[in-house]
Nanobody
Framework: QVQLMESGGGSEQSGGSHRLSCVAS????????MAWFRQAPGKEREGVAA??????KYAESVKGRFTISEDNAKNTLYLQMNSLKPEDTAMYYC???????????????????WGQGTQVTVSS
């Protein structure tokens, strides 16, 4: 059974930093794309960052502030968020996909496997 479990959400002041983690279990070996998405109230889910074969890509809104990384030994995906802004407030989800297609934040939010999400709230 596939499970993606996010953690690390919480409240933060504008300008602060936060790190999200996503522990994966049961993923097929053919998964090649891991990503972070977020969804703010009343808005569509949007891609934030993606990683495939160690290559990383970011949405313009977070480029230079967020870093996606993975620790394969721990089956864990991370999202380091620096210089947080109130507009970063959202539920953050990790996702995984084994289909061979471009892995980037502009992907449709229809990846095969999803976590339950972790809330990040940034106050000004």
């Amino acid at each position: 059974q596939v499970q993606l479990m996010e953690s690390g959400g919480g409240s933060e002041q504008s300008g602060g930093s936060h790190r999200l983690s996503c522990v994966a279990s049961g993923l097929p070996a053919s998964v090649h794309c891991m990503a972070w998405f977020r969804q703010a109230p009343g808005k569509e889910r949007e891609g934030v960052a993606a990683i495939a074969d160690s290559a990383t890509k970011y949405a313009e809104s977070v480029k230079g502030r967020f870093t996606i990384s993975e620790d394969n030994a721990k089956n864990t995906l991370y999202l380091q968020m620096n210089s947080l802004k109130p507009e970063d407030t959202a539920m953050y989800y990790c996702a995984a996909d084994q289909r061979l297609r471009p892995c980037n934040p502009r992907m449709r939010a229809d990846l095969e496997f999803w976590g339950q999400g972790t809330q990040v709230t940034v106050s000004s």
